[in-house]
C-alpha cells in the first residue's frame, strides 16, 4: 500500500508549511503511528504522524523546505511498491500554478524554494480534492472533520490582487483570502499583505526580552524608588507569527459572525466537593474545574446537536461528536487543541487528556490532528481570577464558552444568606446558526450537570 | 453689501486650484475663485507651460545647428530670442483663457483680486472695483509660492532676476550665471545656452538635479558641459554685487573663493510658500517650515478650511497640486478620496535631453535596506532613438531583488517625460517586473528601452 505524506492544513490561515525536520530517513521501517517528522506552521509546531505502515520509501521535500499546504513531502510504501507515479505526479491541491508564472516563465524570476510551485490565490478555482489533503486521518477516521472549510471568499470568486501583493503573500505564506483590500474597489494591495505578513519566525521573536537595567544602588535614599524602566516612551514589538494569525483571524470571526452571549451562574459547591474528593483519592488523576466544565459541555452537546453546529454554505452542519477545542495560553499567543469525543469519555480520561494537551501545546509538541476539527471550544480564564468575560468564537465554529472563577460569595439559601461557590458560565453563539433559547438551554444543561455533578460520572 | 454664498471658495487659481475648483463643480457645488494675477497661476502664465514654449525653441534651434547631420545645408541662420519671448507669451495667454473657459463651462464664479481670510468661512476679496465678502461652507487655499532668493540677494528682475522675469524679458544677456542646479535652473540653462548665451550654472551640493538618481546627474552634467555650459557644483555662493559692467558673484569652492561675472543672474535656488496677507495668523492656522500643515485630505489645522499645491510643501509640483486639488474636493463633497501617494509624484526635468524619474533612487532604496536589482538601457542600443539621432541618454529601473517591485525609474533622454508614464501606471498598479516584460512594447519605439531595462533587470536584455 502506498501512503502519501502530504503537507496538512492545520488553520484556515494556513497556506504554507516547513518540514523542520524529519525523524526517519529514506528506508526506515515505518509503522503506523510513528512520528516520521516535525513540521512549522504559522501557528505551532506540530508532529506528523504515520498512518500507512511500510517503509518511508522518498523524502520529496528535505528539512527546511517551505511547501504549500497538500504538497506532498514523501511517500511510505511497502519495499516492492512502484512508487514512480506518486512520486513524479505530486497533487497539487489548493496551489495551481501561479498565474504570473506560465510555463515561459523567466527562470530568473524569484524561484520558489520549494519543489511545488506557490500558491497563487487568485486562480484558485476548485475546492482542493479532501482526500489528499487529509489523508492521514488517525485511527478514528470518522472524527476527523469531513472537509477543510471553505476559503472566506466565496469559492470560485475571483479575489482582486495586485501583482506585487500576490508576489509578496506567495513568498510569505499569506493567505490571500482572509485579507480585507484596502485598494480601489476593495483590491489587496502590497500594504494589505506586508501588515498580515508574518514578521519574524518564532525563534527571533521568542528572544529574552532585554534584561531590566540593575536599580544602581542608591543607599541613602531607601524611602522611594522609581523601578527602573526604559529611557523610550514606547517600543514596537514586531508581531509573532502566532498574534499575527490571531490578528487576522478574530475580526473574521467577530466581524461576520453575529455573536449573542447568554450567561449563567452555576452553585458550584457540590462540584467542588466531589472534585476535592476525587482528588484525595489514591493514584487518581487530578482533576480540575475546567474538566468538569468539559465533561458537562461534552455531555450537553449531545443533547443539545443545535449548539454543536457550524454555518457550513447554505447548510447547518450538525456534528454528532463532541470534540471540543480547549483554548491553552501561550507566551506568544493562544492555541486550542482538541480533545476529542469529550461526550463519551470518563472525567478522568479528560483530565488525564487535557493536561497532555496543555503541556504539549506549551512544549509546541503537538501533532496535527490535535489542532483541528473542533466543533465547540471552551477559554477558561479561572486562573485570573475574573469574575466572567465573553469570548469570540473561533469560525467555522458555532460557539464558545467563556468560564470565570470559582468565587466565594455571599448566597441565599433557604432563606438566609450563606457563603457559596458560584461560577459565571458566558456562551457566544452564531445566530446565524443557533437563536437565543438553544444557547440557554445548552447552559441550563450544563448549570444542572456541575450542579449534580455526580451525573458527570454516570 | 451682503456677503455672497458658496458651497466652496478657493483662493488661487493655479493648477491645484482650478482643478480644485472644476472638480467641486463636477461634485454638484458651488464654487467662487478669487485671483490676484491672471487665472491658471504661475503654471500657466509665468512658469510649466511659457518655459515648455521656450524649450521647445531651444530644441528646434538646437536642430538646426545639427542641421548638416540630416543633409541639409544651410546658409546661416538667425534665432531671435524676443520672439521665443513673444511666442512663449502667446502659448501661455492662450492656456490661460482655457482656463477661463472651463470655468464658465461648470459656472464656476472668478472674483480678481486678493482674497484675505476674515473668518474660517468668509473670504473678502479686494480687487479694482472694491471690496466683495464670499462665504464659503468650505475653502480651499491654493496661493502657491513664489521664487525664493539666497540671504542678502535681493531679486531686482533687472540684473538679479528670477524665472519671473527670465520668462518675461525678450533681452538676451551675453552671459548668464545661474544659481541652482535644480529643474528651473538647468531648463533656464539650456535655453539660454541654445540661444548663444554663455552660462554658467552653479550649484552649492554636489551635482546637478541633486534630488534625481546619481546617474541621471552625472550624465546631464556631462551632457551640459559638452554642450559649452560652465557646470559648477560643490560651490558655495558668498555675495551677489551689482555694478556697472553687470553682476558679480563671489563664490568659494573646496576653500578658495573668486568672483565670476556675468550680465545676468537667474536666482533658481528654489520656491517658497505664498502663505502671508492672506489672514493665516489670525485664524491660527498651523505652518511648518513655512507650508501649511495638512491632513490626508489637505484640510489645514482650521476645520473646513484645506490647503493645497505649493503652499502645502512636500513636492512643489503642478501635478501634485492638481491631485491635492481633487482629494480635496471630493473631501469637501463627502466622497472620502484616496490620499495622494506622495511617493508616486514623477518628477520631470524639460532640458535636452529631458530628465524624468518616479520612485526612488538606487541609492535611496539601498539606503532604505531594499536588497536591489537594477536594470540599464542606452538609448544608443533603441533604434527608434537612433532613427531620430536622439541618442543621449538611458533608461534605468530599480527594483527589488525579491518581488520584482519597481521601486524606482530613471530616465535620460528624448521624450523621457511621456516615458515615465508606463511607469508611473505601473506602480499604481503595484505591477512587478514582470509584468513589464510580459507587456508587448511596439517596435520601433523609444519605449522599447522600458522593456529593455526591465529585461536587463532580470538579466534577460535582448539588444545589449
Redesign the interface.
Known amino acids: 500500500m502506498i501512503t502519501k505524506v502530504l503537507m496538512p492544513k492545520l488553520s484556515e490561515a494556513m497556506e504554507t508549511g516547513k518540514v523542520i525536520k524529519w525523524l526517519k530517513k529514506e528506508g526506515d521501517a515505518i509503522k503506523g503511528g510513528d512520528v516520521i517528522a516535525e513540521v512549522e506552521t504559522d501557528k505551532a509546531n506540530v508532529e506528523i504522524e504515520a498512518f500507512g505502515s511500510g517503509v518511508l520509501r522518498k523524502i520529496s521535500v528535505d528539512a527546511g523546505g517551505q511547501v504549500p499546504v497538500g504538497a506532498l513531502i514523501g511517500i511510505i510504501a511497502d519495499p516492492s511498491d512502484d512508487i514512480s507515479s506518486v512520486s513524479t505526479a505530486a497533487p497539487k491541491p489548493a496551489a495551481p500554478k501561479p498565474a ?2 506560465p510555463a515561459a ?2 527562470a ?3 524561484a520558489a524554494p520549494a519543489p511545488a510551485p506557490l500558491p497563487a490565490m487568485e486562480t484558485y478555482k476548485s475546492e482542493p480534492a479532501t482526500t489528499s489533503v487529509m489523508p492521514m486521518a488517525p485511527a478514528s477516521a470518522a472524527a476527523v472533520p469531513s472537509a477543510p472549510a471553505k476559503p472566506v471568499a466565496a469559492s470560485g470568486a475571483r479575489l482582486k490582487v ?4 500576490r ?2 503573500a506567495a ?1 510569505s505564506g499569506v493567505d490571500l483570502r482572509l485579507l480585507q483590500g484596502s485598494g ?1 474597489g476593495g483590491r489587496i ?2 500594504r494589505d499583505v506586508e501588515s498580515a505578513v508574518t514578521a519574524p519566525r518564532p525563534g527571533a521573536a521568542a528572544q529574552p526580552a532585554p534584561a531590566p537595567a540593575r536599580p544602581t544602588a542608591v543607599p541613602s535614599r531607601p524611602a522611594f524608588v522609581i523601578p527602573p524602566r526604559p529611557a523610550a516612551e514606547f517600543e514596537d514589538l514586531p508581531l509573532t507569527p502566532m498574534r499575527a494569525i490571531i490578528a487576522k483571524r478574530m475580526p473574521l470571526s467577530k466581524g461576520p459572525v453575529p455573536h449573542f452571549y447568554v450567561t449563567s451562574e452555576v452553585a458550584m459547591d457540590r462540584a467542588w466537593e466531589l472534585r476535592e474528593e476525587l482528588n484525595s483519592l489514591d493514584g487518581q488523576p487530578k482533576i480540575s474545574v475546567n474538566d468538569l466544565v468539559i465533561k458537562a459541555c461534552g455531555l450537553a452537546l449531545r443533547k443539545n446537536p443545535g449548539v454543536n453546529a457550524q454555518l457550513n454554505g447554505q447548510a447547518i452542519r450538525v456534528h454528532h461528536r463532541a470534540h471540543i477545542g480547549v483554548a491553552v495560553s501561550l507566551d506568544a499567543g493562544l492555541i486550542t487543541p482538541v480533545l476529542r469525543d469529550c461526550d463519551i469519555k470518563p472525567l478522568g480520561q479528560i483530565a488525564v487528556e487535557s493536561r497532555d494537551l496543555a503541556e504539549r501545546a506549551r512544549a509546541g509538541k503537538l501533532r496535527v490532528q490535535e489542532l483541528t476539527g473542533a466543533t465547540f471550544s471552551i477559554s477558561n480564564l479561572g486562573m485570573f481570577d475574573v469574575e466572567e468575560f465573553s469570548a469570540i468564537i473561533n469560525p467555522p465554529e458555532g460557539a464558545i464558552l467563556a468560564v470565570g472563577s470559582v468565587l466565594e460569595k455571599p448566597v441565599v439559601v433557604d432563606g438566609a444568606v450563606a457563603v457559596g461557590r458560584r461560577l459565571k458560565l458566558t456562551i457566544a453563539c452564531d445566530h446565524r446558526v443557533m437563536d437565543g433559547a438553544m444557547g440557554a438551554r445548552f447552559l441550563q444543561d450544563v448549570k444542572r450537570l456541575l450542579e449534580e455533578p455526580l451525573r458527570l460520572m454516570v | 453689501m451682503a456677503a455672497q454664498q458658496f458651497d466652496v471658495v478657493v483662493v488661487g487659481t493655479g493648477p491645484g486650484g482650478y482643478v480644485s475648483a472644476i472638480r467641486c463643480a463636477q461634485l454638484g457645488l458651488t464654487v467662487a475663485t478669487v485671483e490676484d494675477d491672471r487665472p491658471g497661476g504661475v503654471c500657466l502664465n509665468w512658469g510649466c507651460i511659457p518655459t515648455k514654449a521656450l524649450l521647445r525653441n531651444a530644441e528646434v534651434v538646437g536642430l538646426f545647428n545639427r542641421a548638416e547631420e540630416f543633409g541639409i545645408r544651410l546658409k546661416g541662420f538667425e534665432a531671435d530670442y524676443a520672439q521665443a519671448i513673444q511666442r512663449s507669451r502667446k502659448v501661455a495667454d492662450r492656456m490661460a483663457k482655457g482656463v477661463e473657459f472651463l470655468f464658465r463651462k461648470n459656472k464656476i464664479a472668478l472674483f480678481p483680486g486678493a482674497g484675505l481670510l476674515k473668518s474660517r468661512t468668509t473670504v473678502e476679496v479686494k480687487g479694482k472695483d472694491g471690496v466683495q465678502t464670499l462665504e464659503g461652507k468650505a475653502i480651499i487655499l491654493a496661493t502657491g509660492s513664489e521664487p525664493k532668493s539666497l540671504p542678502g540677494v535681493t531679486i531686482d528682475e533687472k540684473t538679479v532676476i528670477s524665472s519671473n522675469g527670465a520668462v518675461r524679458s525678450e533681452a538676451k544677456p551675453r552671459s548668464l550665471i545661474v544659481i541652482g542646479a535644480g529643474a528651473v535652473g538647468m531648463e533656464f540653462a539650456d535655453v539660454y545656452a541654445a540661444y548663444g548665451v554663455e552660462v554658467t550654472v552653479l550649484e552649492a551640493l554636489p551635482r546637478v538635479l541633486p534630488i534625481e538618481d546619481e546617474e541621471v546627474s552625472a550624465q546631464i552634467g556631462r551632457l551640459f558641459t559638452r554642450r559649452g555650459v560652465a557646470v559648477r557644483t560643490g560651490v558655495k555662493v558668498g555675495s551677489v554685487g551689482t555694478g556697472k559692467a553687470g553682476v558679480t558673484v563671489a563664490v568659494e569652492a573646496e576653500g578658495r573663493k573668486e568672483s565670476l561675472n556675468a550680465d545676468l543672474v537667474l536666482m533658481a535656488v528654489g520656491r517658497a510658500a505664498r502663505t502671508k496677507g492672506l489672514g493665516l495668523e489670525a485664524l491660527g492656522v498651523a505652518l511648518e517650515r513655512g507650508f501649511v500643515t495638512v491632513s490626508p485630505t489637505m484640510e489645514t489645522s482650521v476645520k473646513g478650511l484645506y490647503a493645497i499645491g505649493d503652499m502645502a510643501g512636500r513636492q512643489l509640483l503642478a501635478h501634485k497640486a492638481m491631485a491635492e486639488g481633487v482629494v480635496a474636493a471630493e473631501a469637501i463633497a463627502g466622497r472620502g478620496p ?1 490620499p495622494v501617494d506622495y511617493g508616486n509624484v514623477p518628477s520631470c526635468t524639460y532640458c535636452r535631453p529631458q530628465v524624468a524619474s518616479i520612485g526612488q533612487t538606487e541609492a535611496q532604496a539601498r539606503a532604505n535596506g531594499r536588497e536591489v536589482t537594477v536594470g540599464r538601457f542606452p538609448f544608443t542600443a533603441n533604434g527608434k532613438a537612433v532613427a531620430l539621432g536622439e541618442t543621449e541618454g538611458f533608461l534605468k529601473v530599480v527594483a527589488d ?5 519597481l521601486l524606482g525609474v530613471h530616465i535620460v533622454g528624448a521624450e523621457a517625460t511621456e516615458l515615465i508614464h508606463e511607469f508611473a501606471v505601473g506602480r499604481t ?4 517586473l ?2 513589464i ?1 510580459h507587456t508587448i512594447h511596439a517596435h520601433p519605439t523609444l519605449s522599447e528601452a522600458a522593456l529593455e531595462a526591465t529585461l536587463a533587470a ?3 536584455a535582448i539588444h545589449i
Open positions: 504570473a508564472a516563465a523567466p530568473a524570476a524569484p495586485s501583482p506585487l501583493a508576489k509578496i513568498q480601489p494591495i502590497r | 484616496r531583488k525579491t518581488t520584482g517591485e498598479l503595484e505591477a512587478t514582470e509584468e516584460i532580470l538579466g534577460q
